[in-house]
C-alpha cells in the first residue's frame, strides 16, 4: 500500500509545475487530505476546482517568507479537526528571478531567492518535525535543483539557495537516521523540467525533463524512502568529477561540451521575455 494512502500531505507552492501534479498522485493514491500552501490564488481556486472530485483538498493562499503567518497558517492547519501535523511534507514552492549576472542582481532580488527556496523551507519543516519525530513517523521531501549540485552563471543566487538545500536537507536526513527518529527526508535535485518556470532555457545534450515523469519519480522516491534522487541519474556523480577532474578541465567538459554554462543565455522565464 501506498504510504501516501489515508495520509495528510502538505505541498508549498502544489498551485502549479510539479508541486500540482505531485498533488493530484497523492489523492490518487489515497490521500486523506491534500492541503496546498501557495502565493498565487488563482492558480490555487484553479486546481481546488480541478482537484474537488479527487479528494479533500484544503487551500491556503501564503507567502511562505512571511514566517508570521506561515506559522498561523500552521497553527490554524493544526488545530482543524484536531488533526495533526502533515505526515508528508513537500517542500516545492521555488522561484527564479532572471537571468542576470550577480552584481546586475538587486538586493532584493538576491533576499526573496533565498528567503523563498531556502529558508521558507528550513521553517516550514522546522515547525512540522517536533510532532512528526515525537509520533516517531513523517516524511518531508524537499525539492532542490541540479543547480544546488554543479556551478551555473546567470542563476548565482538560484544555486546558491538550491546548495542551501541540498546541504540542509540531506543533514537533517542523517540527523533523522542517527537518532532513529523514524521520519525520512527526501532530497531531489532535478535538472530543468518543461513547467514554464525556466522557459528559455536550451540544453545541448542532457534532456529537459517532462513534468508528469518528473513528479511520478519524486512520488515514487517517497515512497520508498529513497535519500536522494538526481534527476537524470547520471547527475548524481557531477560531485565525483568535481573532485577529480581540474577546474578548467571540468569547465570545458560540462560547461561547454555539455553546455550547461550556457543553458541560461535565453532564459525568459514566463514572463516571455529576454532580459
Ligand atoms: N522547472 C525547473 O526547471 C526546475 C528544475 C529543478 C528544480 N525546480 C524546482 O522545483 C520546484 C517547483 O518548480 P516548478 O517548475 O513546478 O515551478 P512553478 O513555478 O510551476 O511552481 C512554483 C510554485 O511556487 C509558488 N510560489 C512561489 N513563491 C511563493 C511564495 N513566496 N509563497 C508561496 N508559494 C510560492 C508559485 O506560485 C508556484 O505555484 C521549485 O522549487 C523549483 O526551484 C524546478
Known amino acids: ?91 516545492c514552492a521555488g522561484i527564479v528571478t532572471g537571468n542576470r549576472l550577480f552584481h546586475e542582481q538587486s538586493r532584493r532580488e538576491i533576499d526573496k531567492t533565498m528567503e523563498v527556496n531556502a529558508m521558507a523551507p528550513m521553517y516550514i519543516a522546522h515547525l512540522c518535525l517536533p510532532s512528526m519525530v515525537a509520533r516517531r513517523s513523517g516524511h518531508i521531501c524537499n525539492i532542490a535543483s541540479a543547480a544546488g549540485l554543479v556551478s551555473n552563471p546567470r542563476m548565482s543566487v538560484y544555486a546558491a539557495s538550491k546548495w542551501a538545500v541540498v546541504g540542509w536537507s540531506d543533514s537533517v536526513r542523517v540527523e533523522m537516521q542517527e537518532e532513529q527518529t523514524g521520519v525520512h527526508i527526501t532530497t531531489v535535485a532535478p535538472y530543468y523540467i518543461s513547467t514554464g518556470m525556466f522557459d528559455g532555457v536550451r540544453s545541448r545534450i542532457l534532456p529537459i525533463l517532462k513534468p508528469e515523469k518528473t513528479a511520478e519519480k519524486i512520488i515514487r522516491a517517497i515512497e520508498r524512502n529513497n535519500d536522494f534522487l538526481t534527476m537524470p541519474l547520471g547527475y548524481h556523480f557531477i560531485r565525483f568529477w568535481q573532485g577529480v577532474l581540474p577546474t578548467p578541465v571540468f569547465d570545458f567538459i560540462f560547461g561547454k561540451i555539455f553546455g550547461i554554462y550556457s543553458t541560461m543565455d535565453n532564459f525568459t522565464g514566463r514572463n516571455g521575455k529576454k532580459e
Not at 501516501?4 to 498551485?15: D, K, M, P, Q, Y
Open 1 to 91: 500500500m501506498s504510504k501516501f494512502n489515508n495520509s495528510r500531505v502538505l505541498i508549498t507552492g502544489g498551485a502549479s509545475g510539479i508541486g500540482k501534479i505531485m498533488g493530484r498522485k497523492a489523492l490518487e493514491r489515497g490521500a486523506a487530505e491534500l492541503i496546498i500552501w501557495d502565493i498565487n490564488k488563482e492558480s490555487l481556486a484553479a486546481v481546488a476546482d480541478e482537484f474537488k472530485d479527487l479528494g479533500r483538498v484544503v487551500t491556503c493562499q501564503i507567502d511562505i517568507t512571511k514566517f508570521a503567518e506561515v506559522e498561523r497558517a500552521y497553527n490554524e492547519m493544526i488545530a482543524d479537526d484536531n488533526a495533526a501535523t502533515p505526515d508528508i511534507l513537500i517542500n
